[in-house]
Structure formats: structure tokens, C-alpha cells
């Protein structure tokens, strides 16, 4: 559900959903992923929070996952007052063998508009992500690494960050994966290292692995650190818990 298009074939007319009119129902717009021949609709235009684009049904296929990587992410259902990142990673990534019953309220109330929870789990983060430029006062290429801040985390990921990714395969004799970023293929794309806790995380994630492909996009939040004069990857991370993890669904 794509929050941007564009108005004509020749690609060069770009319009973001928010922006979209009445006037505009109706219409057909271009996907604004380069040499995409998918084309859409607008949804929603009355509402410029709650406005997407969506794939008109005789259209041609998306070209790749980006496509549609984009979440119907409503931020009418959360507070966008009370969304504190460093305080909700912390809590994600407590190890699976604690108790954390109130995920994502932060350490502090503070009032605003919008829904009556925040944000609080790792797809509801990257879909905000993928709309938003900025949200509560957080840049939103500070909190994700995906293909659109792929210049800027190229050489290494650093601190809490969520990272868009696709599997590669596992490491031999370690409970460990290497990951394909921002995703696979791509132009000069990197490799990230996942270690988990514990056995139990391990196999809980390669036992989903096996039923996707190099393609699938995955969403993953971690304490990333930089090894030093590493050739195998940029980046690595330790899994603590299954939440840090989410599995996008597959578009073939």
C-alpha cells in the first residue's frame, strides 16, 4: 500500500497520497518504483492520514517487494505523543525468558492527539517508517535501514535500529544467519550477521526461513554493532526475543 505515485507514465509528476484530492478518485497513477509497470488508485483521498495507493486489478504486476513494502500503517489508532524508540527497543529486546507485559508505554505521559496506545511492536515501527520522514520528533532513516537509507548505513549499522532484510544462510556451527541488506538482489547490497540467544530463538526462526525464499522481507530490530575488519558482513546483532523479528508477507 504505497504512500506515494506517480501522476504520469513518464514518471516525472511525483504526488504523495496525503496530498491527493477528490479530484483525484478515479484516476490512474504509476508506481514510483523505477521500471515498475504496475499502475493505481488512489484510496481514501478524503482523509490525508488515511489516504494509499492501491493496485487497480487488471494492472501488471509490481516489479519487486519494495513495491508493496509500504504497511497501511493508521495513525489514527496511536499516539504519536507517547512513541519513545530507545524505550520500546529496550523492552523488545528483553530476553524471552523475562516478563514485559507493558510493551511500548514508555517511561513518561504526555498528551496529544491521535489514538490512546503508541506504537509498540517491530512492523507497527517499520510501517510508520515507511510513510513518515520524521514522527514524534525521531528521524525516521535514524530508526530504519532499508533500501531508502541504503547510502547512509552501507558501511556498517550502528545503536537500535530496525533493518530490512531477506535471508542469505545460515552460519556453520554457529546458532547464527547472514542476511542479505537491504534485500535480494541488489546493486552492491551488503550482508548483516543475526546471532541468537539461545538454541530455542535459533530454530524458531530457521524453522520460518525455510519456507520463504532469498527474496522474502524481513524486519529486524537489534543493537547493531560494527566487527572490527569483517569482510563476511557490515553489521551484527544478538536475537533476544521473537519479537525483535517479523516476517513481511511474500509477493511473488
Not at 11 to 37: E, H, M, R, W
Not at 46 to 63: D, G, M, V
Not at 181 to 188: A, D, L, T
Amino acid at each position: 500500500m504505497p504512500y506515494k505515485a506517480y501522476k504520469d507514465t513518464e514518471k516525472t509528476q511525483l504526488i504523495y497520497a496525503k496530498d491527493a484530492t477528490i479530484q483525484d478518485v478515479g484516476k490512474i497513477f504509476y508506481c514510483s518504483t523505477p521500471n515498475c509497470p504496475a499502475s493505481m488508485s488512489i484510496v481514501s483521498a478524503a482523509s490525508s492520514e488515511r489516504a494509499y495507493f492501491r493496485t487497480l486489478k487488471k494492472s501488471k504486476k509490481h516489479i519487486n517487494q519494495f513495491c508493496v513494502a509500504d504497511g497501511a500503517f493508521n495513525p489514527i489508532k496511536y499516539k504519536e505523543s507517547s512513541f519513545n524508540f530507545d524505550d520500546v527497543s529496550k523492552k523488545l529486546m528483553i530476553a524471552s525468558t523475562s516478563s514485559s507485559k507493558n510493551i511500548g508505554k514508555g517511561n513518561s505521559i504526555v498528551s496529544g492527539g491521535g489514538g490512546e496506545k503508541p506504537i509498540s511492536t517491530v512492523n507497527q515501527i517499520y510501517y510508520m517508517c515507511r510513510k513518515y520522514h520524521s514522527y514524534n520528533g525521531y528521524s525516521t532513516n535514524q530508526i530504519l535501514a532499508d533500501e531508502r537509507s541504503f547510502k547512509i548505513y552501507k558501511n556498517g549499522i550502528e545503536g537500535n535500529k530496525v533493518v530490512q532484510c531477506t535471508p542469505f544462510h545460515k552460519f556453520k556451527d554457529e546458532y547464527a544467519y547472514r542476511m542479505n541488506y537491504p534485500s535480494f538482489p541488489y546493486n552492491n547490497g551488503k550482508h548483516i550477521k543475526l546471532n541468537f540467544y539461545n538454541e530455542e530463538l535459533y530454530w524458531n526462526f530457521h524453522n520460518k526461513v525455510k519456507f520463504t525464499n532469498h527474496k522474502n522481507l524481513i524486519i529486524v530490530l537489534g543493537n547493531w554493532s560494527i566487527p572490527p575488519k569483517n569482510d563476511f558482513y557490515i553489521s551484527e546483532c544478538t536475537i533476544c526475543n521473537n519479537r525483535q523479528i517479523h516476517f513481511l508477507p511474500f509477493s511473488k
